[in-house]
């Protein structure tokens, strides 16, 4: 299980000296998101200030851009970091895709993202080969790369795409097409090993491949002190107030309680909505351990699920240094 270190929102002046410090501590690899920056320019840095770690995007929002866009992006990032770059793409939701990304919500989620991934790859095999583009689906026709537009061939074209997802229909999903499954920091083990696993093994079934051969990387919450559990409290009661994300309380008897969640986020109550997560689920949502014992903790609850793993607390030096230090020690 490699241990990876998520990057935070921050400007990109800084991005240098977090990663080289990330490199520098043993993090396997370090993964931005889609907040509040492009979860994509970090990678240029990163990939020019380190000569190790690995970089990925946990996630850049697929419907908000086209295949091309993020085809030449991953193609320019994969080739400047020397092969360290892994494409991690999500979905969001619909409210964000439309009201903030002013992009049209598709019809069927799947089949998109599936549509996505294939032009990517048929774009990326019109590069390397010199083959003709000739991309034909439901959402996409791609068909024009003249060679004014073509970036010609990569030294390092296998570009990994892992994709993020809470319920079963992303994770089969990864299994038929993707490289990697990114875990949203809002699960169990529990439903990890009895929801996704079996979805992710059941997509390889027409591909010929094993589950094994899909990198499952899990982020972590992880509660060690009082701040960090009504941290926790928040987010997870923010997570569970997702309609969509409602699988993952059912499985363990709590549907009520995230009907109630909706309710309350519906309303603006959010200050309400940390109420209703019990002590009871914090153990079961998130990995309760002193920062002695985190490290074993965390190998424990995921020996069996996770190829990697990131704690959901970003990576920034200079804080809680100690803290990084002793975790990243008691990793073997």
């Keep these: 299980m ?16 977090i990663a080289l410090e990330a490199e520098a501590l043993g993090f396997n690899a370090i993964w931005s998101s889609e907040t509040i920056h492009s979860p994509f320019l970090p990678g240029a840095l990163v990939a020019e200030h380190t000569a190790r770690l690995i970089f990925g995007t946990a996630v850049a929002v697929s419907f908000a851009r086209s295949p091309a866009t993020m085809a030449y992006t991953a193609w320019d990032l994969a080739q400047a970091s020397k092969g360290r770059f892994i494409l991690g793409l999500g ?41 003709r583009l000739n991309y034909r689906g439901h959402y996409y ?6 060679p004014f537009f073509n970036p010609g061939p990569s030294d390092y074209p296998q570009i990994p795409i892992y994709i993020a997802g809470v319920n079963s229909g992303m994770a089969r999903l990864a299994g038929e097409v993707a490289d990697g499954f990114l875990v949203h920091p809002f699960h169990s083990p529990q439903y990890l090993v009895e929801v996704i696993l079996p979805a992710i ?7 010929g491949r094993k589950r094994q051969e899909i990198s499952i ?9 009082h701040e960090e559990r009504e941290f926790a409290r928040q987010q997870i009661a923010f997570y569970a107030s997702t309609p969509s994300y409602r699988p993952v309380m059912a499985l363990h008897g709590w549907k009520e309680q995230a009907k109630n969640l909706s309710t309350l986020a519906a309303r603006g109550k959010w ?12 153990a ?5 351990a002193s920062s002695n014992d985190l490290a074993a ?22 804080e809680r240094d100690s803290f990084w230090k002793g975790l990243i020690n008691a990793w073997p």
């Design 91 to 131: 979905t969001q939701v619909k409210a964000h895709i439309e009201r903030r990304f002013g992009m049209p919500w598709p019809d069927s989620p799947l089949n998109k993202l599936r549509e996505q991934i294939a032009a990517m790859r048929a774009l990326w095999h019109t590069w390397q080969t010199g083959e």
């Design 2 to 17: 490699l241990l990876d270190a998520a990057l935070p929102p921050t400007p990109l002046s800084k991005v240098p000296s």
């Design 297 to 318: 903790t965390l190998k424990e609850r995921y020996h069996d699920i996770a190829d990697r793993l990131t704690l959901y607390k970003p990576f920034m030096p200079g």
């Design 217 to 225: 990387s899990v982020t972590a919450i992880i509660i060690s002190d």
């Design 141 to 146: 026709k791609l068909t024009l790369m003249s």
């Design 271 to 282: 200050a309400e909505m940390p109420e209703i997560i019990s002590d009871e689920m914090l």
């Design 284 to 288: 079961v949502f998130t990995t309760v």
């Design 201 to 207: 093994e059941a997509g390889t079934i027409n591909t």
